[in-house]
């Protein structure tokens, strides 16, 4: 069976006689496992179903017994901290299992075992993005994701949903990268939103926080600014001071967005004070000061170098021993180098480094730094005589955005600048048809292609 294959009748039916097969502990086993949404290793079956007759020390040798006969195996080799070999469920194995285990009356107490498990999932993958792993913390959320995203809908809980939402707020914003540079913000957005619906009493500062950064990231600063504000006065009620650093570099961030450069520094250096030395969620400090970079990088070009060097030196403090880099922060340290080289002109060195930018965004998934870095190489394509080559890139652009965001999306004024130029020389160099023809075939190639290009 195909997954989200619909389950038929046959199918129930040879899950039923295979489950009245089993022994009491394979069956026990194969109840509680029906509350994966998706595929589980060991050490997942360990923490969600080894508890009480199914102790930790024996689930796995059960698990081994009952794989043969309900399970599929999972091939999503994964170099993080293996857990083992990975398998799934059918659906039609799930449907019994899940009956079974409500008419045992045990499905709220898996369930809560099940969020306390995904809870986990989630800080690791924090964890594993602010020291260095963040390759390895994005592969880890969009693995569990089936099962992170049911921990992060309230309603699929045991308790009423004003109970759940705790634990659903904590997962979602531990994995606040996954939307912002990873660039699944609509559905970060969406599943943010509907836990935040239905919490009662005053929402934690930090998903204030990640609410108005994905709106933010969504091309609405207007937005924004009063879940700021809501944002502020509840870190400042709870003594909160790493909330208070996050939202200083959001309004940073806000600023360079709107166009004030100067203003955005200031909140940065604030964040900067504000950190400490590896934040436990939220951007780095690397990040802050790639941001200072990128902000200093048209106006003061030695305050901008200064800003890379801090960031080179910051990272190497704290990375010492580490398995990465901050790759989110590089990818913009070097869209601020390319500009600065650009200054200096030195076009060629700056489109390597816009290169660089442009692929790292892509292997991160942000569309946002992925647009921006594009439109900076565009730009240099023009200065090289190549209209053909910098077209190809805003088409390419342009689709990009318009897969991504919907209709009210507008990109940051930093951006807007760079696009309003080569556009402008681009109608003074090709007519319409020409333009027309080279948008439509730098969207046909794609960013990732053309982001080989030389």
Not at 42 to 64: I, Q
Not at 274 to 279: D, I, K, R, Y
Not at 298 to 327: N, Q, S, V, Y
Not at 397 to 412: E, I, K, M, Q
């Amino acid at each position: 069976m195909l997954w989200g294959e619909p389950v038929g009748t046959a199918q129930l039916a040879a899950a039923e006689e295979g489950y009245l097969a089993c022994g009491p502990a394979e069956r026990l086993l194969w109840e509680r496992l029906s509350v994966f949404e998706g595929a589980f290793d060991r050490r997942a079956v360990e923490e969600v179903c080894g508890y009480g007759t199914l102790a930790a020390a024996g689930v796995g040798t059960v698990l081994d017994r009952l794989a043969p006969r309900a399970l599929l195996p999972v091939d999503d080799r994964f170099d993080g901290e293996e857990g083992g070999p990975r398998h799934w469920m059918p659906h039609a194995m799930r449907a019994v299992g899940a009956r079974r285990l409500t008419a045992r009356g045990d499905r709220a107490t898996v369930l809560r075992h099940h969020r306390r498990w995904c809870v986990g999932v989630a800080r690791r993958a924090a964890a594993w993005w602010q020291h260095g792993r963040q390759l390895d913390a994005r592969d880890l959320a969009l693995r569990e994701l089936p099962d992170l995203a049911a921990a992060m809908d309230p309603t699929t809980a045991p308790l009423a949903p004003a109970e759940e939402t705790g634990p659903a707020l904590e997962v979602a914003v531990a994995l606040w990268f996954l939307w912002v540079a990873c660039g699944r913000g609509v559905e970060g957005r969406t599943r943010l939103r509907h836990a935040l619906a239905l919490h009662e009493g005053p929402p934690p500062a930090r998903a204030l926080w990640l609410a108005a950064f994905l709106e933010l990231e969504s091309g609405r600063p207007e937005d924004a600014d009063p879940l700021l504000g809501r944002a502020w006065a509840a870190a400042v009620r709870d003594g909160d001071v790493r909330c208070l650093g996050m939202l200083a570099h959001l309004r940073g961030a806000i600023a360079l967005h709107q166009g004030r450069p100067r203003a955005a520094v200031a909140e940065f250096r604030e964040a900067l004070e504000q950190l400490g030395e590896v934040p436990d969620f939220g951007p780095t400090r690397e990040a802050c000061w790639a941001s200072i970079a990128l902000c200093l990088a048209r106006a003061d070009p030695d305050a901008a170098r200064e800003a890379l060097e801090r960031l080179e030196r910051d990272g190497a403090e704290l990375r010492t021993g580490a398995a990465g880099r901050d790759l989110s922060a590089d990818a913009w340290a070097h869209h601020a180098r390319a500009e600065l080289l650009v200054r200096d002109g030195e076009r060629a060195r700056a489109a390597e480094h816009a290169r660089r930018a442009l692929r790292e965004h892509l292997r991160l998934g942000s569309a946002v730094g992925a647009s921006c870095a594009a439109e900076l190489l565009a730009r240099l394509r023009l200065l090289d005589g190549r209209p053909d080559r910098a077209a190809h890139l805003l088409g390419a652009v342009d689709l990009l955005r318009t897969s991504v965001f919907d209709a009210s999306y507008r990109p940051g004024r930093f951006c807007v600048l760079a696009r309003e130029r080569s556009e402008e020389a681009l109608r003074g160099l090709l007519d319409d048809p020409e333009l027309r023809e080279a948008y439509e075939e730098g969207a046909r190639r794609g960013l990732f292609a053309l982001s080989w290009e030389r």
